[in-house]
């Protein structure tokens, strides 16, 4: 259908306007014609910040084989080695000869890869979609349920992605470009691991699991959308920088030599993993040794620069960038700047040792707080210079990639890595964390407005007022951070659900965000600097999201509504129930059938995929870093750290599912006004629209009526008008309570590989704009194709129609402190909380929402009219963010279907 056409047909929206039923897209008022800008859009960071940060808006995102080269081929050289000795062997001599790389007018140095933006493939863990399109392994690979989600993802295709191949440089996974000479490189590696990835060795034994086929039909549906064991193992969890920050790595060095010396030979009374501590520490000791050479290696590369410039500027860089790092390869920070640094080293080394998104910096305002208080009060640095380094450190983290698959990079993590810093929270004793480095983060993150890393505030009663309006000021300038979090709320799911791990209410209060917003576990430890002691949280948990990645809500539905056949794909998915479903109850009975059935056979795949990866591809530089593994002498694989029921289930499209069992209910079973063959005649004619992939569009007002569509009105007219999740309507949130209690309860019925239980996380990332894609259209009256409402709390785009507090009332219907998270997302004119009255209004906004029992909240504070002419020219929004699920992300660089749902989400005019 050509653009011609499509403009002379008519969209829903116009539709329903000339009806007098228009979606309400905006609340409180109207917009002013003209475009409005975002508060404080005069500030700006250093100069020599603005330069590297203009660098990497014009850098695009590029891979390079080296490091994957020297781990490989030291990886083959041992291969009749203990596999966590020789895995470390190979990521020690991998970290040693990366060639290091130094941008002039950095302070803060450390990239992953070779270049300024930049990653590598791990083909360890899938080895797939590298081949060549024409490879029968690739061909074989793309057989798999697994694969299906790339086949409906999309990234954006202006900023820094490589969505084309052009000239040279090869496009992979649809983001990244590597140099056509390295391909041959990639190609080979991969091949060496076909049938020995993690992916390959988990889908051959997951096969043994009896319901096999019904998981491979779910993957393929899209009613789940990925493998989690080797698409992203790691992340959604909160560093520790505690072991090098408070020993150095020559302290640490001698601490694992000490310990391998005691436990070599001596199961000390476990005859299971006892003799494994000695490969654990010995292990420990080779990845040491080959980092220290790596950071060694860049006061190398900075003394070598130094010969090629004069400028009294640069060589006084480059002296101090040498001198830090020949200190800091080996002992703890002593300044703040020192420690910044290792923070950067850290960060990158634990990035590079897995394939993850969501490595949290945490509460670092508080770890770093020990080095920032001496420093100013010995007048080794002012908080301007402290600024400067905080905004250094932000363009550093937004370089970050994260090389997956298609699927992965479109559908969940819209090119971002989600590198969390939470700001806030409460001491051990109950007294207000906030300290003045949290103040500058802050401020940083609106002088250097950029994805990496997000920013959150872990709000109580007891933080300063203050610093609340400071970061209600920083939620103005439209970046979408910080998110907002209850701290009791979280403080509350952590003690309750580790208890079983010995979880205490003062441990709980360590906790931050990890991932987009994942409430992770961590510990208190003890930090000595300058004769003074310091407490500080250190993250001490498995990955905080992971386990069954993102269940389609409305498409287990679609499954009840047809018998247990999708009509997208032709695949009988469950075995037919066979019933008339003459009642809700019927219907809620057969749901949650079809759902635990989900639960079941995904988790059973995913634990077995998870302990092929701790047994071929464990994390040694994790454990080296978390509590307690150098106590246990045990990696994370072996339960090394404290906290490890971690695991959990991720759902997605809460609200259509409920507005659809709302329709459903009331439509067919109170009014009687429809039956179901009327509903699935319908929904199989998407309401007599066209699909949001014929016209590319996919918000629902924007979707285009077919011309012999009428016959469809009534019913479609009556879903729309149905009432509505978000609107404070007992008659559709006692449906969303009725979900949550199941949901939340069958959750712990289902154990990880660890025998833990599960619990639920309810947030969509991106997966809302795939799944979308996937799924049938849906009583609610969403049409075939287009993007379900975004997190687990936010409104479906146009139906809350009462304000934001009847929003709120909805959303607290239930306890939130049963699920690990639930998100909320709401889009704010700029004229809506102008000034400071306007500050005051959304802090008190805010804090009427999390008083209500709430856990999250963040804002897109944009006038919508920008979103879409960013939309219409790309080129000229380069430096534009949003706020997407849980996280900040290029407007350029994000999807249509997630651009389209963006836009779409209700304008408070007012609040």
Not at 185 to 191: G, M, Q, R, V, Y
Not at 697 to 710: I, M, P, R, T, Y
Request: glycine share 8%; hydrophobic share 35%.
């Amino acid at each position: 259908m050509t653009e011609l056409d499509l403009q002379r047909k008519k969209k829903l929206g116009d539709i329903l306007a000339e009806k007098g039923l228009g979606m309400n897209f905006q609340y409180g008022g109207k917009a002013p014609e003209e475009i409005v800008d975002r508060e404080f859009q005069d500030l700006k960071p250093h100069p020599r910040v603005e330069k590297l940060y203009d660098l990497y808006l014009n850098t695009l995102s590029s891979v390079s084989m080296e490091f994957g080269y020297w781990y490989n081929r030291t990886y083959a050289q041992h291969e009749y080695e203990i596999p966590v000795y020789r895995r470390a062997k190979a990521l020690a001599v991998a970290f040693a000869k990366t060639t290091p790389l130094i941008i002039p007018g950095e302070l803060i140095v450390c990239c992953k890869a070779r270049y300024y933006r930049g990653s590598f493939p791990m083909p360890q863990l899938s080895e797939g979609f590298f081949l060549a399109h024409e490879d029968e392994m690739y061909q074989e690979a793309l057989k798999r349920g697994g694969e299906s989600s790339g086949e409906l993802s999309r990234v954006g295709a202006g900023g820094g992605n490589v969505t084309e191949s052009f000239g040279k440089i090869v496009s992979i996974a649809g983001k990244f470009g590597i140099r056509a000479e390295e391909v041959p490189a990639l190609n080979k590696i991969a091949k060496a691991w076909y049938k020995k990835s993690v992916d390959d060795l988990g889908n051959r034994w997951e096969r043994e699991v009896p319901e096999y086929d019904l998981k491979e039909k779910i993957m393929r549906t899209m009613i789940c959308m990925f493998d989690s064991g080797y698409t992203l193992p790691q992340g959604r969890e909160v560093m520790s920088y505690y072991y090098p920050l408070e020993y150095g790595f020559d302290g640490l060095l001698a601490m694992c030599e000490e310990k391998k010396a005691e436990v070599a030979g001596n199961a000390s009374g476990d005859g299971i993993s006892g003799m494994d501590r000695l490969y654990f520490y010995a292990s420990c000791i080779e990845l040491i040794k080959g980092i220290q050479t790596w950071i060694e290696n860049y006061a190398k590369e900075a003394r070598r620069l130094k010969q090629y410039t004069h400028d009294p500027k640069l060589l006084a860089d480059y002296d101090k960038i040498s001198a830090c790092c020949e200190w800091i390869a080996h002992k703890q920070p002593r300044t703040f700047y020192e420690a910044m640094q290792m923070i950067q080293f850290m960060h990158t080394i634990t990035l590079n040792e897995d394939a993850l998104s969501g490595m949290s910096p945490g509460r670092l305002g508080q770890v770093l707080w020990p080095w920032f208080e001496q420093d100013v009060a010995a007048g080794r640095i002012t908080e301007d210079e402290a600024l400067e380094l905080l905004e250094l450190q932000r363009v550093k983290f937004t370089c970050f990639d994260v090389f997956a698959s298609f699927g992965v990079v479109g559908g969940v993590l819209s090119g971002n890595t989600f590198n969390n810093l939470a700001v806030g929270g409460l001491t051990r004793t109950g007294e207000p964390a906030t300290n003045r480095l949290e103040y500058l983060m802050i401020h940083a993150g609106m002088t250097m407005p950029c994805p990496q890393p997000t920013l959150s505030i872990l709000w109580d009663e007891k933080i300063p007022e203050d610093f609340v309006l400071k970061c209600a000021e920083c939620t103005k300038i439209g970046t979408g951070y910080p998110a907002w979090f209850s701290f009791r709320m979280g403080t509350e799911f952590i003690w309750n659900h580790y208890q079983k791990e010995g979880m205490t209410l003062e441990e709980a209060r360590s906790y931050a965000i990890g991932g987009c917003l994942e409430t992770a576990p961590a510990v208190w430890k003890v930090l000595h600097l300058g004769g003074k002691e310091y407490e500080v949280p250190a993250g001490a948990s498995q990955p905080a999201a992971v386990g069954v990645h993102f269940i389609s809500n409305p498409k287990i539905l679609e499954m009840v509504l047809f018998n247990g056949y999708d009509n997208r794909t032709g695949i009988q998915v469950f075995e037919p129930h066979g019933k008339k479903l003459e009642s809700f109850d019927e219907i809620w009975e057969v749901y949650k059938d079809y759902y635990a059935k989900t639960i079941d056979v995904l988790c059973k795949c995913n634990n077995i995929q998870h302990d092929i990866w701790r047994k071929n591809n464990m994390c040694i530089i994790q454990s080296l870093f978390k509590p307690d593994c150098l106590d246990k002498g045990h990696h994370i694989g072996d339960m090394g750290y404290r906290w490890n029921g971690t695991y959990n289930i991720e759902s997605c499209g809460t609200i259509n599912m409920v507005n659809a069992f709302v329709a459903l209910d009331k439509l067919v079973f109170q009014d009687k006004k429809y039956t179901l063959d009327d509903f699935r005649k319908a929904i199989l004619a998407n309401f007599g629209f066209y699909k949001a992939d014929e016209i590319d569009s996919f918000s629902l007002a924007e979707q285009v009526k077919k011309d012999d569509g009428d016959e469809f009105d009534a019913i479609h007219g009556d879903c729309l008008q149905a009432p509505k999740y978000g609107n404070d309507d007992i008659a559709a949130d006692k449906y969303l309570i009725l979900w949550e209690k199941w949901f939340t309860k069958v959750a712990h019925t289902f154990e990880s590989l660890f025998g833990l239980e599960l619990y639920t996380c309810q947030n969509s990332v991106s997966t809302h704009g795939t799944q979308g894609r996937a799924c049938l259209a849906t009583p609610d009256g969403r049409l075939y194709g287009t993007t379900f409402a975004d997190g687990s709390m936010s409104a479906y785009p146009g139906t809350d129609r009462n304000g934001p507090y009847a929003l709120f009332k909805s959303a607290t219907c239930w306890d939130q402190s049963w699920s690990q998270n639930s998100q909320m997302n709401m889009k704010i004119h700029p004229l809506a909380i102008k000034g400071e009255n306007g500050t005051r209004h959304l802090a008190d906004l805010i804090k009427a929402y999390l008083r209500r029992g709430a856990h999250h909240i963040q804002f897109n504070v944009c006038d919508s009219k920008v979103m879409r002419q960013a939309q219409a020219n790309p080129e000229q929004h380069r430096d534009l963010l949003v706020r997407v699920a849980g996280f900040t992300q290029y407007w350029v660089e994000i999807g249509k279907h997630i651009q389209d749902e963006v836009i779409a989400r209700t304008e408070y005019e007012s609040i």
